[in-house]
């Protein structure tokens, strides 16, 4: 029996993940090769849920693909309206007015705090801290309420438009972001006492997902993965935007925080919460000085439509989704009333280079937290994986997710917690 | 070692549940009883929250305010509007809307007489129980029901189940 | 880098001939292009010389030979589907069955 394992474990195994796994909010397939507990090889496989929307963008007006473009993901549904918003308007010439610009940056940041706490839920799941999980999970109920509030859904707001935005941040909508802003300073303190000095967390996220910066740089890493490998690349830093242009942000690097750079999960964690924080400084600034006056620069959609038929043009709009930059390409012809080209290249889209890598010499029971790391967002790109074990038998989520929380008992029973 | 997390659980542990209460805390046995119940006043049961004021729900159209113009057509993302050339009209399919909004900003309405200033032909309610066995059931569906359209749109006789 | 209004970005336009549509490739220089080159060789044809994993990247494995969905000089956006899409009677024939 032993010389059995032993010689089994010898042996290379190959342990598909996907395309439709548990760890992964959307469908993409890993086979990653593993030699005992260590991956030794590694292939991921995207194009699962390739919906071909560029298309369906082109055969519609530019309304209905700004639309669409929200539809692309539900997490990130004000990013990719923010890009083809930008991108349209560098290509048709028109200036947004002020208080649009403004009110279009307080949405941006509020997405970004739901989508950095839905992050450390994810994390804290993936490594068997569910307690946390709903406890994170509890803390965006407040974020997600604000913005039901003041766009009229939780998700899907249907918010922005070619020129401006649709709807108006009222009085009554700007006690209510008070508030919110003093619940999340607190809950950001509390975040950082349970992720950031808990000794198990820290044992379970130190040294994995090690992203040196060099590597980073070489696989297009965007967004806070890359912030945490110590780039500072932000676009609204870098290329600032609407409200922006107005406001020193500054990307936030471990480096300024804590002193090192590891480019591990932890300090992908320490990344995020901090970035909660500055979100809140920026939608305390955008609503301290917001200016007065009109939301859009053509109000009639008839007439948007006419000047898009009538404007030859193309233009590229960046945004800082809470994953990293998103980016789209627009070119208006002048014959139709639609884009004739639309790209978009999600942050997915070069996160997921750094899936190979950072897999590569992983333990089995990593592979979550590797994968999770990123906060891939399939849809946005089109996606990860699943694992056979040294008899070839296929391990599905539960094996997978129960090693991965099996790893985090041990270290506690280690730890003697 | 206790860790800060553990005192975080215990503390969660002995707080009110988070989340909005279900209507009542066990299934009841039968439910049709139990709203029977509720309206004669001697069950209460916890009330849903209110949706806030700018939620997108369910499309009201008023036909009488509609002037036929295709805005609503030329607009909405999800063709989600169908046009009726007969009586100049729109019919609109809840199952393929994603309520947006875009049809309610852009459509012009009518003035009736004696009014100051048109009303949108077009509204959202604050409904949102939509959900239904049948795509083509009539609660999904959004139609003028004009003389004109009543020949067409013969209901089928209310024995048939 | 790393200072406000930092970042310059570059677009790099060139023609190629449709006749010889080879290009280098830039996956020694930055390995991340990978994915973007993978995209445009499945998408519009683009032969990349150097570029060593030439499998698809979102189109199916078995995805029809000379068959790129982006070329819209040779169909429209209205018919990509039916012009990329293999036909029923092409499956079948493939299969054996005859569709009689
Ligand atoms: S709400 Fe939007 S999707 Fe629904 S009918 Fe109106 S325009 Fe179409
Ligand atoms: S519903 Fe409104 S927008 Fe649609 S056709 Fe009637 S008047 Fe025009």
Redesign the interface.
């Given at each position: 029996m032993a010389n059995d394992k032993v010689s089994k474990i010898s042996k290379r195994y190959e342990i598909p993940i996907g395309p439709i796994h548990p760890a992964l909010k959307e469908p993409i397939r890993v086979e990653a090769e593993v030699k005992g507990e260590k991956v030794v090889k590694v292939d991921v496989?995207?194009?699962f849920a390739?919906r071909?929307i560029e298309?369906m963008g082109?055969?519609?007006?530019a309304?209905?693909?700004?639309?669409?473009s929200?539809?692309i993901c539900g997490i990130c549904s004000i990013s990719h309206p923010y890009a083809f918003v930008l991108a349209s308007e560098k290509a048709l010439g028109i200036e947004p007015p002020p208080r649009a610009q403004y009110i279009r940056t307080i949405i941006a940041e509020l997405e970004r705090i739901h989508s950095h706490i839905l992050w450390l839920g994810v994390v804290a799941h993936e490594i068997g801290?569910d307690?946390?999980l709903?406890?994170t999970w509890?803390l965006r109920?407040k974020v997600l309420d604000v913005l039901?509030?003041?766009?009229?859904?939780r998700i899907?707001y249907?918010m922005y438009m070619i020129g401006g935005v649709?709807?108006d941040i009222k009085e009554s909508h700007i006690l209510a972001l008070r508030d919110m802003i003093d619940y999340y300073r607190k809950a950001a303190d509390?975040m950082k006492?349970?992720f950031l000095?808990?000794?198990?967390?820290k044992a379970r996220t130190k040294d994995v997902a090690k992203l040196s910066q060099d590597l980073a740089l070489?696989?297009?890493?965007v967004g806070p993965t890359a912030r945490a490998a110590g780039?500072?690349?932000d676009?609204r830093?870098?290329?600032?935007y609407d409200a922006y242009a107005d406001i020193?942000?500054?990307?936030v690097v471990p480096q300024d925080i804590m002193g090192e750079v590891n480019g591990d999960a932890y300090d992908a964690t320490l990344v995020r919460i901090y970035e909660i924080e500055q979100s809140l400084d920026i939608i305390e600034y955008c609503i301290n000085n917001m200016p007065e006056g009109k939301l859009l620069a053509i109000p009639n959609?008839?007439a948007l439509?006419t000047t898009i038929r009538k404007t030859q043009g193309e233009g590229?709009g960046?945004h800082e989704a809470p994953r990293g930059e998103v980016i789209h390409y627009v070119k208006y012809d002048g014959t139709r009333d639609g884009p004739v080209v639309w790209k978009v290249i999600a942050p997915s889209?070069?996160n997921?280079?750094c899936w190979g890598p950072l897999l590569l010499g992983a333990e089995v029971a990593d592979i979550p937290v590797v994968i999770a790391f990123i906060d891939p967002c399939l849809c946005c790109n089109?996606r990860i994986a699943f694992v056979k074990d040294e008899n070839g038998r296929v391990l599905d989520y539960f094996e997978i997710h129960n090693m991965s929380v099996n790893k985090t008992m041990k270290i506690k029973r280690m730890?003697?917690? | 070692?206790?860790?800060?997390?553990m005192f975080?659980?215990i503390r969660?542990l002995l707080q009110r549940p988070?989340t909005n209460p279900f209507p009542v805390k066990y299934a009841p046995k039968n439910v049709t009883k139990t709203i029977e119940k509720v309206k004669l006043g001697q069950m209460s049961i916890n009330n849903p929250i209110p949706v806030?004021?700018?939620?997108?729900g369910k499309l009201k159209y008023d036909p009488e305010r509609c002037i036929g113009c295709r805005?609503c057509i030329?607009?909405?993302?999800?063709n989600a509007m169908e046009w009726i050339p007969e009586v100049r009209k729109i019919r609109h399919y809840v199952t393929r809307c994603?309520?947006?909004?875009?049809c309610v900003?852009?459509c012009p309405g009518k003035k009736l007489p004696g009014e100051t200033a048109p009303v949108k032909a077009l509204s959202m309610s604050k409904e949102f129980l939509l959900a239904d066995y049948d795509k083509y059931s009539d609660n999904l569906i959004v139609e003028p029901t004009s003389k004109e359209q009543s020949l067409n749109n013969q209901e089928p006789s209310s024995d048939q189940k | 880098?790393?200072?406000?209004?930092?970042?310059v970005?570059v677009?790099l336009k060139f023609d190629v001939p449709k006749s010889d549509l080879v290009v280098p490739t830039i996956t020694d220089l930055?390995?991340?292009?990978?994915?973007n080159e993978r995209e445009i060789r499945e998408m519009l044809g683009v032969e990349f010389e150097g570029l060593k994993n030439k499998?698809?990247?979102?189109?199916?494995d078995d995805w029809p030979e000379g068959k790129y969905?982006w070329r819209k000089d040779e169909h429209g956006?209205?018919d990509?589907i039916k012009y990329t899409h293999k036909s029923v009677t092409e499956i079948r024939a493939k299969r054996g069955e005859n569709n009689g």
């Open positions: 496989k995207r194009g390739h071909g298309y082109m055969k519609r007006n309304i209905q693909t700004l639309y669409l929200e539809r801290f307690p946390i709903f406890w509890k109920e039901e509030a003041i766009t009229g859904n899907n249907a649709r709807r509390q006492d349970i000095s808990d000794p198990i967390y070489k696989l297009n890493i780039l500072r690349v676009i830093q870098d290329i600032p020193d942000v500054r990307a959609y008839v439509l590229i960046a889209y070069n997921i280079n089109d730890l003697g917690v | 070692m206790p860790t800060k997390a975080l659980m969660q988070f806030p004021d700018g939620f997108r805005l030329t607009v909405c993302p999800a994603m309520f947006c909004g875009l900003d852009v | 880098m790393g200072t406000p209004w930092g970042e970005s677009t930055m390995m991340g292009a990978e994915t499998r698809h990247l979102f189109l199916p969905p956006v209205e990509m």
